[in-house]
């Protein structure tokens, strides 16, 4: 089964999807320990570093990877480079897409994966991710920028992020534009993702069972846990006059004063964002209205939205787990394109990495 690394894992999006399409992540890495805090739950096997990438030296690398990978994945922390934020030249966030490509070079797989915002190739900002490109030197293959949708993907959400891959062409068969993104699953709605959630009956302290079954797609189906419970669905307590506003706002509107929008049960959801932590202000991102029912829709139904199934832990809390679901990569559309670049690995490719010197060229 090929490997790879992950890097600013998260709660584990790429991570899912990388499972789903045969990956095996020797490693993941993080520094927010409440972004990440219920990776070990989702993922019990994979061992998680909670730590800073730029701390991962060459050496320190083969200390972890001894055997090597096959592929680096990942999406470098999106705020400094984003066109809902301030964008601001001098975030220090901005220099982990740098140290992404500098661990690509260290590590040397046979293929790489890169996720971030559109922002990331603006005018303002594509200098940055070109320099970053170059450093990888000639042997490698790039494929992008390109910005796909996780909609496209069969996710019912439209999330546009910009990818960029790259292969060794040394190391494995370098597959075409449309080769990694080749796709025929479904549109699914709104409906489709979320509709069955309306029957769940809260069976303990955060703990739902779903309802009689009617009428559910098979997306639903898929999401559904073995269990038959799940948590995270918590239902917001809205202020009185707040209930009579929403319940003024159609399906596809927008609340003028929140700027809650209502999702539309034949629509898409809209881009799910995440907020800031305590050390940018803890600015709660607005999540979108339910379809019929007055309140915001809760984590349980932003995760089914984005592409998490049901037996998926978030943290305890409401805003947290928004957080997570708002910072991840949809593991749909992670599990497509994974999917697709293992078809071109091929049985006994040698494409492992080897920590020790290499000559570019060679």
């Known amino acids: 089964m090929p490997t790879l690394l992950d890097l600013f894992s998260g709660c584990g999006g790429l991570t899912l999807g990388s499972k789903n399409a045969g990956f095996t992540t020797e490693l993941a890495v993080d520094i927010d320990p409440i972004l990440s805090s219920s990776f070990g739950v989702n993922f019990p096997d994979t061992p998680f570093l909670n730590a800073d990438v730029t701390s991962l030296t060459k050496a320190k690398l083969k200390a972890l990877l001894p ?31 740098a140290e992404f490509f500098r661990i690509v070079s260290d590590v040397k797989p046979a293929f790489f994966l890169m996720e971030n915002v559109p922002g990331l190739i603006f005018p303002n900002n594509r ?22 949708d996780a ?21 494995m068969v370098v597959p075409k534009l449309e080769d990694i993104i080749k796709c025929d699953a479904p549109r699914v709605s709104v409906k489709d993702a979320i509709w069955d959630l309306g029957g769940a009956v809260l069976a303990g302290q955060d703990f739902w069972r779903y309802g009689a079954e009617s009428d559910i797609s098979a997306y639903a189906k898929k999401m559904k846990s073995k269990s038959e419970g799940f948590t995270a669905h918590q239902l917001t307590e809205h202020r009185p006059e707040t209930l009579r506003r929403f319940s003024l706002v159609p399906q ?60 998926f832990v978030f943290h305890a809390t409401v805003w947290h787990s928004c957080r997570m679901i708002g ?24 494409s492992k990495l080897q920590l020790a010197e290499e000559v570019d060229g060679v």
């Open 67 to 97: 055997s090597g990978v096959d592929g680096v994945i990942g999406g470098p922390p999106c705020q400094g480079f984003s066109g809902m934020g301030k964008g601001s030249p001098d975030d220090p966030r901005r220099a982990l897409l």
């Open 127 to 148: 200098q940055e991710l070109d320099t970053a490109i170059a450093s990888l030197k000639g042997k490698w293959e790039i494929i992008g920028p390109i910005i796909l």
């Open 252 to 311: 596809g509107g927008v609340d003028p004063v929140g700027k809650y929008k209502r999702l539309s049960w034949d629509g898409l959801c809209p881009t799910l964002r995440a907020g800031t932590g305590s050390d940018r202000g803890s600015y709660q991102a607005v999540r979108p209205l339910h379809p019929v029912e007055h309140r915001v829709i809760t984590p349980r139904e932003a995760a089914r939205l984005q592409g998490f199934p049901d037996d």
């Open 327 to 350: 910072n991840s990569v949809s593991p749909i559309i992670a599990e497509t394109l994974l999917k697709n670049i293992r078809n071109f690995m091929g049985k006994g490719s040698g």
């Open 151 to 171: 909609s496209d993907f069969g996710a019912p959400t439209k999330r546009r992020r910009v990818f960029v891959f790259g292969f060794d062409k040394r190391k």
